[in-house]
Structures are given as structure tokens and as C-alpha cells.
């Protein structure tokens, strides 16, 4: 079932707040990205594909789940929209799985381990924020170290 980058983040967040696995913007956009990646290199296809990450300072960003959170800044995310649509069982275990993987690891970890990503680095510029192509996601999901 094709589900929408909002959609994902949307319920990524109710999990987090479900099983006190508090999380910040920041967090989610980088959950997200890893999710992403995993979720490809499963063999399970792309997470969503309606949207795409940007390179941004901090590492890679989902314009409109960042924007659907902004509000919250730096702080713990405390609450969320519904998706628009149900988000099956076995997507929510598997995003369920990626917030249990990364609840322990610190913020600036996780920033550096987006910025360690091939996808990334390729296609950050300072002071832009520029696309990064599913192309390169898809070929990052490929490598045996994902």
C-alpha cells in the first residue's frame, strides 16, 4: 500500500508518543530517512514516495513533515494530526521497530549518521536545500551495509 510522507511521519510520531519514545523534529526527520532506507533495502520498496528528502544542515528533511511539526522546534514532540489513511499493521511494527532502535541514541549520533550517508553528502550544499534523489536513496538501500 503506497502511503504518504506525512501519513508515515504522522504515525511514526503517535507510536513514539503510544510507547514514551519522546522525539524532536530533528529526530523524526532522521528516523524517518533511516526508515526510509531500511524499509528499501527489506526488499519492501520505498516507505513513501510522494515526496522527497532535502539536504539541510543537520542532514535530511521531509519539507512538509518538518513543516507539519515546526511548531514544537527543538522540543519533544506532545502531540499529532491523524493520517489520512490507516497505516497497516506491519508498517506500523516495522516503524515501531525503527523508534526502538534509535530510542538510546543521542541527537548529535544520529545527525552524524545521516551526514555519514552517501545520499547526503552528495547533495548538500551549504545555505541550499537541495532535493535528494530517490535515485540515490534507492542505490544507497542497495549497499550490503544497510
Do not use: C
Amino acid at each position: 500500500m503506497a502511503y504518504t510522507a506525512k501519513d508515515i511521519g504522522r504515525r511514526m510520531v503517535q507510536l513514539s508518543i503510544d510507547n514514551g519514545i519522546w522525539i524532536s523534529n530533528l529526530k523524526l526527520q532522521k528516523l524517518l530517512y533511516f526508515a526510509w532506507l531500511e524499509h528499501a533495502a527489506s526488499g519492501r520498496g520505498p516507505l513513501f514516495e510522494d515526496e522527497e528528502f532535502q539536504a539541510w544542515k543537520y542532514g535530511p528533511v521531509v519539507p512538509s513533515v518538518y513543516y507539519d511539526f515546526w511548531r514544537f522546534a527543538g522540543n519533544t514532540i506532545m502531540a499529532t494530526f491523524p493520517p489520512s489513511q490507516e497505516i497497516n499493521k506491519d508498517t506500523s511494527d516495522f516503524l515501531l521497530g525503527i523508534l526502538r532502535e534509535y530510542k538510546d541514541v543521542g541527537l548529535g549520533r544520529i545527525v552524524e549518521k545521516s551526514h555519514e550517508s552517501a545520499p547526503w553528502k552528495r547533495n548538500y550544499v551549504p545555505g541550499e536545500k537541495n532535493v535528494i534523489p530517490y535515485a540515490d536513496m534507492e542505490a544507497e538501500a542497495r549497499r550490503p551495509s544497510i
